[in-house]
């Protein structure tokens, strides 16, 4: 008796680890090889030309798919729109004003529901969508997994607790990021997304003012564009990376080195804490923060994917079905 128990814990434990590392085994390279195979064009042919009208917009798609990982997982919920009975993310503090890019996304899914109806999520045309961002900016190339399935819920606190603010210390990044599963290094690396896009006034109008830790002719040539008084120029923008803030590189870094980061959360990076000499490293060595920002995407692509027959398979990524 005592011992029939025990093997029967023994096997229901077995089994449950099983599960927990099926739950991102299910994510592959070739999950739509057959029922979708036009995908990759299909997705990055319209990636191309919103990145040709503006090149800012590879910026925001890369952004969406962190603020959507980041929030429950990779489950595209943060594509939903609010409606009378549910509150979306989109409102949230990190996205609210900010977020940007949505409607390249409903051109996507058009394109990709016109090739091949109710096969691919949402989920995974962010995905796609973020790489390809990456590639057509002039970073590196990798194979994105894919299977994931959306969500038919989303979660406006989640999305403001779990997105990191930009007055975030290096302490606190770091146990964000370690939420998520995430490594330091992964944290650091990711963060090299800022070599691309634009942040506005209010996200860092303290930093160009009262901070010390910053080149004093960057901090004064960002001021000329943002004033002091919070209650004007809030949406001026300025680009994250002051060298080229259209080409995916590793000049971020650069600019870390030299104080010139934008964001107090960028600087802290390399501010005499724990991951001062990795931020080093990627500033010289750019093939070494290509491969590891390669594998940090791909980390964070496997935050929590719902697969198998949980979530759905969204028609429209606005709404539910
Ligand atoms: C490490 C913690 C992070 C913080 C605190 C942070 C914060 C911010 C802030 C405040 C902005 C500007 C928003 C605005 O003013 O409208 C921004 C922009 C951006 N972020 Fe992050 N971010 C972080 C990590 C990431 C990651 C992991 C990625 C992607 C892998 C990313 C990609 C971007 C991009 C591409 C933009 C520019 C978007 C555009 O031009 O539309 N960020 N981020
Ligand atoms: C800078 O710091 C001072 C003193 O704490 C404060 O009064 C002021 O509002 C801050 N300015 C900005 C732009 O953050």
Not at 67 to 90: A, P
Not at 229 to 242: H, I, K
Not at 258 to 267: A, I, V
Not at 298 to 312: A, C, H, Q, W, Y
Request: charged share 15%.
């Amino acid at each position: 008796m005592a011992s029939s128990s025990f093997l029967a814990v023994f096997v229901v434990v077995a089994l449950l680890m099983v599960s927990i590392r099926s739950s991102n085994a299910q994510l592959t390279t070739n999950f739509y090889s057959s029922s979708c195979p036009n995908l990759f064009s299909t997705v990055k042919s319209v990636v191309q030309s919103a990145i040709n009208k503006e090149a800012r917009m590879g910026a925001s798609l890369l952004r969406l798919f962190f603020h959507d990982c980041f929030v429950n997982g990779c489950d595209g919920s943060v594509l939903l729109d609010d409606t009378s009975s549910s509150t979306g993310e989109k409102t949230a503090i990190p996205n609210s004003g900010s977020l940007r890019g949505f409607e390249v996304i409903d051109q996507i899914k058009t394109a990709v529901e016109k090739a091949c109806p109710g096969v691919v999520s949402c989920a995974d045309v962010l995905t796609i969508t973020a790489r390809d961002s990456v590639v057509i900016l002039g970073g590196p190339t990798w194979n994105v997994k894919l299977g994931r399935r959306d969500a038919t819920t989303a979660s406006l606190s989640a999305a403001n607790n779990n997105i990191p603010p930009p007055t975030s210390s290096l302490s606190a990044l770091i146990t964000s990021f370690q939420n998520q599963g995430l490594s330091t290094t992964d944290m650091v690396a990711l963060s090299g997304a800022h070599t691309i896009g634009q942040a506005r006034c209010t996200s860092f109008r303290t930093r160009i003012y009262n901070e010390s830790n910053i080149d004093a002719s960057f901090s004064k040539t960002r001021q000329a564009n943002c004033p002091s008084a919070s209650n004007s120029g809030n949406n001026n923008l300025a680009p994250l990376d002051v060298q080229t803030p259209t080409s995916f590189d590793n000049d971020y870094y650069k600019n870390l080195v030299s104080q010139k980061g934008l964001l107090h959360s960028d600087q802290q990076l390399f501010s005499g804490g724990s991951t001062n000499a990795l931020v080093q490293t990627y500033s010289t060595k750019p093939s070494q923060f290509n491969s590891d920002f390669v594998t940090a995407m791909i980390n964070m692509g496997d935050i929590k994917p719902l697969t198998g027959s949980n979530g759905e398979i969204r028609k429209n990524c606005r709404k539910t079905n």
